[in-house]
């Protein structure tokens, strides 16, 4: 079974703590995305990868940083964590090449709350 | 970015077929057609998609319009565990999966 894996499902932070969210797969998959999902509002990405070092702007990328050190490693990180980013985090991961006539894989979900 | 336009949510009886319509009215000619569904408490999961041809697979069925412009996905017979949110993406050649809200597909025994 292909799997990705968030390190955490639920995550309670504190206002102005710095939050790494990590989110590791096992598929060799060259591109990683990193969304939040919030009622109402759907899944909006936040960030996304197409290899190691390589990160671009999803469309809500204020107040988040990415890093891809390891092609199976994308991390999402909450600089100084507010209340406003209390949310439920994704991570996808696809396949490069041929992209458009594969599929992707999603994680459980972290729910952060920040207090 | 191409976008979606999706029923906030619909109804159906269990062991009914369900037609789930998305309309993608500036669609361009290399974008795919996919379609995932969220369970309650779970991350999103693959369920089918096409580019011209209808397709059908275990899941479900996916019927594109002529002009692309409109698609809809058909479960064949509805179960409770069918019960989910259900996404409409184009998928283009950045890469770049943008999801709209979706529907969310109510199934009554």
């Known amino acids: 079974d292909v799997k990705v894996t968030q390190s955490s499902r639920y995550l309670v932070k504190r206002t102005g703590e710095k939050v790494f969210l990590e989110c590791v797969q096992d598929?060799?998959?060259?591109?990683m995305f990193w969304y939040r999902q919030d009622p109402g509002l759907g899944l909006r990405l936040i960030y996304f990868s197409y290899d190691v070092k390589m990160k671009e702007k999803g469309d809500i990328p204020e107040g988040y940083s990415v890093s891809r050190e390891k092609k199976e490693r994308f991390s999402l990180i909450l600089e100084s964590a507010s209340t406003n980013q209390t949310s439920m985090y994704l991570c996808?991961?696809?396949?490069?090449?041929?992209?458009?006539?594969?599929?992707?894989?999603f994680g459980q979900g972290t729910r952060l709350t920040v207090v | 970015d191409a976008k979606t336009t999706q029923p906030n949510s619909m109804e159906s009886n269990e062991e009914e077929p369900v037609h789930l319509p998305c309309n993608h009215s500036t669609i361009s000619g290399t974008d795919y057609i996919h379609w995932y569904r969220q369970l309650p408490s779970q991350g999103p999961e693959y369920v089918i998609h096409?580019?011209?041809s209808n397709v059908n697979n275990r899941m479900a069925s996916l019927a594109i319009a002529e002009d692309r412009k409109s698609s809809t996905l058909i479960l064949h017979r509805a179960t409770l565990r069918d019960a989910a949110v259900y996404y409409c993406?184009?998928?283009?050649?950045?890469?770049?999966?943008?999801f709209g809200k979706g529907t969310r597909l109510h199934i009554l025994p």
């Open positions: 996808a991961t696809i396949r490069a090449g041929g992209l458009m006539n594969t599929e992707a894989f």
């Open positions: 598929m060799d998959h060259e591109n």
């Open positions: 096409g580019l011209t």
């Open positions: 993406i184009l998928w283009g050649r950045d890469d770049k999966i943008i």
